[in-house]
C-alpha cells in the first residue's frame, strides 16, 4: 500500500518562508518522478514542481521559479519543498504526488498525499 504524507504547512506572514515535507512508503521511491501541485478551493490542481527519480533534474512553474525549491532525500524517502518569499497568493493546499512519467499534468501521476495547508496573510 502506497502512502504519501506531507507535513510542515502552517500559517506564515507575506515574505515568510516554509519547509513542506513528503515522506514515502509502500512503493520503489528512489524509482518515482516526484512532484508538488497545490491547489485552492474552486479551482484546479496546478502544477507547482517536479523533480527526476535520481534528483538531478528539477522543473518549478514560474510562479515559484527562484523562490521554492525542490529536492529528495532516496535515503530516506523523503521529497521537500523550500519555499521562501512566501506570498498571499501561494496559499493553496499541497500535495506530493509520485509517478513514472515527467510532465506537469496531474494525470501522469499515480500516487498522491492527502495534502498540506499553507496559508500566507498579507
Known amino acids: 500500500q502506497v502512502q504519501l504524507v506531507e507535513s510542515g504547512g502552517g500559517l506564515v506572514q507575506d515574505g515568510a518562508s516554509l519547509r513542506l515535507t513528503c515522506t514515502a512508503s509502500?512503493?520503489?521511491?528512489?524509482?518515482?518522478?516526484m512532484a508538488w501541485f497545490h491547489q485552492v478551493p474552486g479551482k484546479e490542481r496546478e502544477f507547482v514542481a517536479f523533480?527526476?527519480?535520481?534528483?538531478?533534474?528539477?522543473l518549478h512553474a514560474d510562479s515559484v521559479q527562484g523562490r521554492f525549491t525542490i529536492r529528495r532525500d532516496n535515503a530516506k524517502n523523503m521529497l521537500s519543498l523550500q519555499m521562501n518569499s512566501l506570498k498571499p497568493e501561494d496559499t493553496a493546499v499541497y500535495y506530493c504526488?509520485?509517478?513514472?512519467?515527467?510532465?506537469?499534468?496531474?494525470?501522469?501521476?499515480?500516487?498522491w498525499g492527502q495534502g498540506t495547508q499553507v496559508t500566507v496573510s498579507s
Open positions: 523533480i527526476s527519480a535520481n534528483g538531478i533534474s528539477t
Open positions: 509502500g512503493l520503489t521511491f528512489s524509482s518515482n518522478i
Open positions: 504526488a509520485a509517478g513514472t512519467r515527467y510532465g506537469t499534468n496531474v494525470r501522469l501521476y499515480d500516487y
